[in-house]
């Protein structure tokens, strides 16, 4: 083997990966928050660029707070309110996709509700999704409805997880209904099974449940499912380096 061949195969498999990783390393670094070290799922940090709240539509959050179904979250102390900006660093919310390119008026509304039960291991999530994010027949994408199911079911099994965070493995979705533009969604996701770096949640995206007073007066569950759209199974999984990035401190 030449002395070229030998510096190409070093430079391929040796010197630019390393200077690959450092650059983005620097850059990542660079770009994340001084307060990470101390973030984590539990932590309330700050709005969507608090500047970008006045892109909400009022009218929608008012009749969704108004809702007996949000209510009764609302009203359960062992239940965790969140704005979806809030379980993100300030430095990426105009990265994010949901808080940046698909965020105010036609497309994502609202700055999504979410309700977390840590002791179910599940969540609720409370959107409203523009005209702007439909297809030719007034329907939202089923991409919008695939990324809205990835990002909420990790972040229902991120805390089951050993350091926190992990990566899909595999996302298999299941879209029942046309889902209509304009309209306020409920999100629904529960850890089905944790084992050591593995976890599996299943997820729903239905129409606002409504009220159901004969069910109600028998003593069964007050509120009648709404339609379901699609449905979801996320197998996520943490690497085993992930640990070493907790512990320098930018996860």
């Known amino acids: 083997m030449s002395k070229f061949s030998i510096f190409r195969s ?7 990966p390393t200077t690959g990783f450092t650059l983005g390393y620097v850059s990542f670094m660079k ?26 539509r009022l009218d929608i959050i008012s009749k969704i ?47 999504p509700i ?10 609720v999530v409370f959107y409203h999704l523009g005209e702007g994010l439909g297809n030719e027949n007034g329907n939202v994408h089923k991409g919008i409805l695939s990324l809205l199911m990835d990002e909420a079911l990790c972040y229902c099994g991120f805390p089951t997880l050993p350091n926190g965070r992990g990566v899909t493995a595999k996302l298999s979705l299941k879209f029942l209904n046309d889902l209509p533009v304009n309209s306020t969604i409920v999100l629904r996701a529960n850890v089905r099974e944790t084992k050591g770096r593995k976890c599996i949640i299943d997820g729903t995206v239905e129409s606002m449940p409504t009220k159901d007073w004969l069910r109600y007066l028998v003593g069964q569950e007050k509120f009648k499912k709404g339609k379901i759209y699609a449905s979801a ?7 085993k ?5 907790k512990s320098l401190k930018i996860m």
């Not at 070093?10 to 630019?16: A, E, P, S, Y």
């Not at 979410?114 to 969540?123: L, M, T, W």
Request: hydrophobic letters at 35%; aromatic letters at 10%; a negative charge.
């Open 10 to 16: 070093i430079n391929r498999l040796v010197i630019l």
């Open 31 to 56: 770009t994340w928050p001084s307060e990470a070290g101390s973030m984590s799922l539990k932590d309330k940090l700050t709005g969507p660029g608090d500047n970008r709240l006045h892109l909400q």
């Open 65 to 111: 707070q108004n809702d007996r179904f949000y209510k009764n979250f609302e009203e359960d102390t062992s239940v965790i309110y969140r704005r979806q900006s809030e379980t993100l660093p300030k430095d990426h919310l105009p990265y994010h996709v949901g808080q940046g390119v698909l965020f105010g008026p036609g497309k994502l509304e609202i700055d």
């Open 114 to 123: 979410i309700f977390h039960d840590e002791a179910d291991k599940s969540i």
């Open 233 to 239: 199974e996320c197998i996520l999984v943490e690497p």
């Open 241 to 245: 380096w992930f640990k070493y990035l």
